[in-house]
């Protein structure tokens, strides 16, 4: 069983880049982050505000990147992410940015994400309507 | 006489929210930057990488803002700007930051560029095409 | 009459520097914002967690820069402010930021904050120990 | 054979927390990249600069991080690296950030960087020399 991709495309932003002239390292996973906030309202129809909605947010647990060609100015990206599998209380999430311009992959990756209560930051059990929602 | 207002649309992106739950003070400057960079390639037809590959780049002098309405997460903007005044060797952009989906204004303010020499950071004169490209 | 001005030592960090290898121009904000914050716990005796514990935050209404020389990796900067004056609902904060290596001023500028209920987002008055707090 | 662990201190920024009330997640990285450029500069004798004298710069390749308990705004940490092995064109940095008030463990990880030569942005060996200033 595998889950569905999806893409977002967003242009890299003149304050992203770094003194040796291309995007900053750690600016990848703003750009992730960013596709997932789309993609969550956009493919998956359960939104980061029907999250909050129920006092609920994610933060990330644990994260991984591999940089293969760096971004630089005025270049687009097609930011794929999909769910790779769910655990109780959270998910994992894996990433490819691809250069827009090239065709050709910048960096790989994958975050760990849970799900928690934001009035206590604790971690919280996924309902069945969420895990059905992100299953498609 | 007046100069073009020209438009670029953007997304804010989550990583500009900070803890009172808008888009961070600082970054509507960023916007503003951006808007710049994809209108000098896009509208001006002179872009930031004509200017790099004369040994020229653009520096802020000097900067205003008025903050009216706060941008949010999801939120998309039109950031217009336009060419105020050019001075020897520089240019003031006005520029006003709406929210795509109220139509109402966010900010307003400008910027006050200064051309530079990129090896030495001494400003240097607009020359006479770069005053043509950007008096439209 | 006039009140005084409280000073805060910080770094550069790498991730401010942009790709003409200097601070970013945004940046200087933030760094003020650090600097105020670090002095209304230790310098005023009123901090932002005391604010917030009252349902009240601080946003900015109007800002304003001026850049003289730009501040570079490795550099430490004291970062100096001082009210300027109250209103009833905000005060001017004006600001110098000093590279501290060589003693000459980066920047100056001032922002017009204004105080808000966190709930509404509106504006509100400053009561008479805020005042009295601040008035130093 | 192990290496020598290093520490800088540092204050969290209020720029740096997102709409969670804590410090972004991709800001560690950035917390790493300054303890580096310290430690680099300050504990190997062997700073940025001196690579950049050389036309050499450090990329990062690849990336990983646990997050244990978020820094929030005043929190001050430190930020412990070490060298954990060398490779012909690199090293890999493990990293500990610990929340200086607690103790405790905010986060864990490391990175992959790679030396390469600014002009191309290929890889290259390290020299006998910079092997030996950070095998302490």
């Not at 980061?48 to 644990?62: C, D, H, I, S």
């Not at 990756?109 to 929602?133: D, H, I, P």
Request: one cysteine or more; aromatic letters at 14%.
């Amino acid at each position: 069983m595998s889950y569905s991709t999806f893409e977002t495309e967003m242009a890299v932003r003149p304050d992203d880049i770094d003194f040796l002239n291309h995007v900053h390292s750690s600016k990848y996973f703003d750009y992730v982050l960013a596709a997932r906030y789309d993609q969550m309202a956009r493919c998956y129809g359960f939104s980061m505000e029907n999250f909050m909605e129920r006092g609920l947010g994610w933060v990330v647990k644990e994260a991984h990147i591999e940089y293969k060609r760096p971004l630089t100015l005025g270049d687009w990206m097609k930011v794929q992410t999909r769910v790779a599998e769910f655990c109780k209380d959270g998910v994992r999430v894996e990433f490819v940015i691809v250069n827009k311009g090239t065709g050709k992959v910048s960096s790989t990756g994958w975050c760990q994400y849970t799900l928690v209560a934001l009035t206590t930051g604790r971690s919280t059990e996924l309902s069945a309507e969420m895990v059905a929602k992100y299953s498609i």
